[in-house]
């Protein structure tokens, strides 16, 4: 069992606005809890992660993105009983989150300018399983 990390705090004064906020881009916290578990007597192994942060944001001249991404999950199950190659059978985004952003745009400077459009994206990445083999051939 691996489990890591972060908590973090930063402070800038914003140039555009001339107010205090965190870096663009950087997480608050973050957290990754991963389990593997090998059977080496039946050349078998499995495995799952779950991993989460906080929401970013991006902060341009003229906007502002925040971006959730929501929890990540995956599972792993692999084999090396092939004597040529290793399979794998992996699946992720296994609680089918979504992705969510809205930008906020603004007509010029924020810090001043009112706001042009807001967007809004949803992104269903949906889940997915991939079947590798990888070996010496």
Same mark, same amino acid.
């Given at each position: 069992?691996?489990?890591?990390?972060?908590?973090?705090?930063?402070? *800038?004064?914003?140039?555009?606005?001339?107010?205090? &906020? @965190?870096?663009?881009? $950087?997480?608050?916290?973050?957290?990754?809890? !991963?389990?593997? !578990?090998?059977?080496?007597?039946?050349?078998?192994?499995?495995?799952?992660? +779950? $991993?989460?942060?906080?929401? $970013?944001?991006?902060?341009? +001249?003229?906007?502002?993105?925040? *971006?959730?991404?929501?929890?990540?999950?995956?599972?792993?199950? $692999? @084999?090396?009983?092939?004597? =040529?190659?290793?399979?794998?059978?992996?699946?992720?985004?296994?609680?089918? !989150?979504?992705? @969510?952003?809205?930008?906020?745009? =603004?007509?010029?400077?924020?810090? *001043?300018?009112?706001?042009?459009?807001?967007?809004?994206? +949803? &992104?269903?990445?949906?889940?997915?399983?991939?079947?590798? +083999?990888?070996?010496?051939?």
């Amino acid at each position: 069992l691996e489990i890591s990390g972060y908590i973090q705090d930063s402070n *800038v004064t914003d140039p555009v606005t001339g107010v205090g &906020r @965190t870096l663009s881009l $950087e997480r608050p916290w973050n957290y990754s809890v !991963k389990f593997r !578990k090998d059977f080496p007597a039946h050349n078998f192994t499995f495995g799952w992660e +779950l $991993e989460d942060s906080a929401r $970013e944001r991006f902060f341009g +001249l003229d906007e502002i993105v925040p *971006v959730d991404e929501g929890v990540e999950a995956g599972v792993f199950f $692999e @084999t090396t009983a092939l004597s =040529f190659a290793k399979l794998r059978l992996s699946g992720g985004n296994l609680l089918n !989150k979504n992705e @969510t952003r809205r930008r906020t745009v =603004f007509t010029g400077s924020r810090s *001043v300018a009112p706001v042009d459009f807001v967007e809004d994206r +949803l &992104r269903h990445r949906g889940r997915n399983f991939s079947l590798t +083999l990888s070996g010496s051939f």
